[in-house]
């Protein structure tokens, strides 16, 4: 059993700094993908950014600049760092992961969901 847990949110000031990060635990060997995303009630969760094991990086247009994703890939942990914080961030941010390779060298063939992080940006 695959488990992600997201720590690091809470409430910040816009144009402030909020650092989110995320460790998978379970049998695992790999995953090739770590990413976040966030959801507003009543709206599609929304990818915010995503990092594949090599390296490469994918962003939301709305985070390009501010946002930074970076992972560990040997402690199998993602983080996200936010800056600049706006208002319009606000949402339960979570934590996603696709492409496991279990310590058995089996392929997982499931995304897994962590139970999600708030991020309130107000003043």
């Known amino acids: 059993q695959i488990q992600l847990v997201e720590s690091g949110g809470g409430l910040v000031q816009p144009g402030g700094s909020l650092r989110l990060s995320c460790v998978a635990s379970?049998?695992?060997?790999?995953?090739?993908?770590m990413g976040w995303y966030r959801q507003v009630p009543g709206k599609q969760r929304e990818l915010v950014a995503t990092?594949?094991?090599?390296?490469?990086?994918t962003y939301a247009d709305s985070v390009k600049g501010r946002f930074t994703i970076s992972r560990d890939n040997a402690k199998k942990t993602v983080d996200l760092q936010m800056n600049s914080l706006k208002p319009g961030a606000t949402a339960v941010y979570s934590c996603?992961?696709?492409?496991?390779?279990?310590?058995?060298?089996?392929?997982?063939?499931?995304?897994?969901w962590g139970q999600g992080t708030q991020v309130t940006v107000s003043s």
């Open positions: 379970g049998s695992i060997f790999s995953i090739y993908l």
């Open positions: 990092m594949v094991s090599g390296g490469d990086r």
């Open positions: 996603y992961s696709r492409g496991v390779l279990s310590s058995t060298m089996t392929a997982e063939d499931a995304d897994y």
